[in-house]
């Protein structure tokens, strides 16, 4: 079974651009989060779509948005670049649909943005 | 707001010896936790979970342990191996906050041959 695939795995923008990033979940997955790493600050959630609905969103800015697809691949965009969203950027799948005490993440290897 | 800490940057343990990861959390409504691994240019890998109806929750070498009334987890590699080296999140969830987890900073442990 492939895993949860991410593109690109590292880009370089200036301030001001704007940036769109890609994940496909694992085949079944009708979850995707996305989450931001940073040094230091362990992993950020922005946010989570299951089946084409934002169910949860993390305490980021609006210049952060996502949206999913019918068939479950995700994309995440960020506008008007700032030199602070410099980070490792990761999609997250799960079989979970909510409510038992089970389902883990699956994650990607990450999309590494860089902002100059 | 970080309602998940954990408070060792890093840790070094010699081969073979036991190594403890801790995490500390705030948000008595967390009901599951789980511990990813993550080597440098992969992503966080699934390592054990445990619920909060359970203490303890075993899987070879690791055992997780939770202490509900001192909202505290931690980690245990027994016997620790060289390729443990990496760095360690905790994350925990609430029941109905679906799949947004709150991960902790991490833990780099270092285990020395």
């Known amino acids: 079974k492939a895993g949860v695939t991410q593109t690109p795995r590292y880009l370089i923008k200036t301030r001001g651009q704007q940036v769109t990033l890609s994940c496909s979940p694992i085949?079944?997955?009708?979850?995707v989060s996305w989450y931001q790493q940073t040094p230091g600050q362990g992993l950020q959630f922005l946010f989570e779509y299951f089946s084409e609905t934002q169910r949860n969103k993390g305490n980021f800015p609006g210049r952060f948005s996502g949206r999913q697809f019918s068939n479950s691949r995700s994309e995440m965009n960020v506008s008007t670049l700032e030199l602070g969203d410099s980070a490792l950027y990761l999609c997250a799948s799960s079989s979970h649909s909510g409510g038992a005490n089970t389902g883990e993440l699956f994650f990607g290897e990450g999309s590494r943005l860089t902002v100059l | 707001d970080q309602q998940v800490k954990q408070n060792s940057p890093s840790l070094s343990v010699q081969e073979g010896r036991i190594s403890i990861l801790n995490c500390d959390y705030t948000?008595?409504?967390?009901?599951?936790f789980l511990w990813y691994k993550k080597y440098p240019a992969e992503g966080p890998t699934f390592l054990i979970s445990?619920?909060?109806?359970?203490d303890k929750n075993e899987d070879g070498r690791f055992t997780v342990f939770l202490n509900k009334s001192a909202k505290h987890l931690s980690l245990h590699i027994v016997p620790s191996q060289p390729g443990d080296s990496a760095v360690y999140f905790c994350a925990a969830r609430s029941l109905y906050n679906f799949n947004k987890f709150y991960f902790g900073s991490g833990t780099k442990l270092n285990v020395k041959p």
């Open positions: 948000n008595s409504m967390f009901d599951y």
């Open positions: 445990i619920s909060s109806i359970k």
């Open positions: 085949s079944g997955h009708r979850s």
